[in-house]
T-cell receptor
Framework: DAGVTQSPTHLIKTRGQHVTLRCSPISGHKSVSWYQQVLGQGPQFIFQ???????GRGNFPDRFSARQFPNYSSELNVNALLLGDSALYLC????????????FGNGTRLTVT | GQQVMQIPQYQHVQEGEDFTTYCNSSTTLSNIQWYKQRPGGHPVFLIQLVKSGEVKKQKRLTFQFGEAKKNSSLHITATQTTDVGTYFCAGINQAGTALIFGKGTTLSVSS
């Protein structure tokens, strides 16, 4: 079975631009969560989606948005990029909304210049 | 808000020495999960502890959940170079909607 897949793997953007990151969960997993990981820190929760609905949101500005599609894949959008948005963006899937473990993708490395 | 703290931030050991990382939460946790992230990699799930006072072992790794369900520890016996990486603990937030990660303990091992 394929694991969680994310695209692109790397991205370089300029301040003020927007970006869309994509994630395909493990087959059968209905929950997708997005995390931001800055170098030397733990993953910071951004969003959780389950059955196409937002179930949780972390302490991130409204420039961050996401959605989940009927096939459970997900997109994370970030508008008006700032230098501080440079990070590794991790997508994780899990079977349900319970406390089931997260399966992470390899992440998208975003650099904002 | 809920915080999950880990100590130490960094630990360097000689191969064969033991290693322990500690995790403390500001609130009672329904469960705690441990993840390992190798350099350049992504977090990989190791284990989940649910019951108060629970102890689980995976080969040389021993995980404990505190009686009050607010702290946890990971102990590695006789470290190997393959143990290198950052170990994160994580707990479910009070709303039950997110896994909150600590900052991690980065382990380096010299042979």
């Amino acid at each position: 079975d394929a694991g969680v897949t994310q695209s692109p793997t790397h991205l370089i953007k300029t301040r003020g631009q927007h970006v869309t990151l994509r994630c395909s969960p493990i087959s059968g997993h209905k929950s997708v969560s997005w995390y931001q990981q800055v170098l030397g820190q733990g993953p910071q929760f951004i969003f959780q989606y389950y059955e196409k609905e937002e179930r949780g949101r972390g302490n991130f500005p409204d420039r961050f948005s996401a959605r989940q599609f009927p096939n459970y894949s997900s997109e994370l959008n970030v508008n008006a990029l700032l230098l501080g948005d440079s990070a590794l963006y991790l997508c994780a899937s899990s079977f349900g909304l319970d406390n089931s473990p997260l399966h992470f993708g390899n992440g998208t490395r975003l650099t904002v210049t | 808000g809920q915080q999950v703290m880990q100590i130490p931030q960094y630990q360097h050991v000689q191969e064969g020495e033991d290693f322990t990382t500690y995790c403390n939460s500001s609130t009672t946790l329904s469960n705690i999960q441990w993840y390992k992230q190798r350099p350049g990699g992504h977090p990989v799930f190791l284990i989940q502890l649910v019951k108060s006072g629970e102890v689980k072992k995976q080969k040389r790794l021993t995980f404990q959940f505190g009686e009050a369900k607010k702290n946890s520890s990971l102990h590695i016996t006789a470290t190997q170079t393959t143990d290198v990486g950052t170990y994160f603990c994580a707990g479910i937030n009070q709303a039950g909607t997110a896994l909150i990660f600590g900052k991690g303990t980065t382990l380096s091992v010299s042979s």
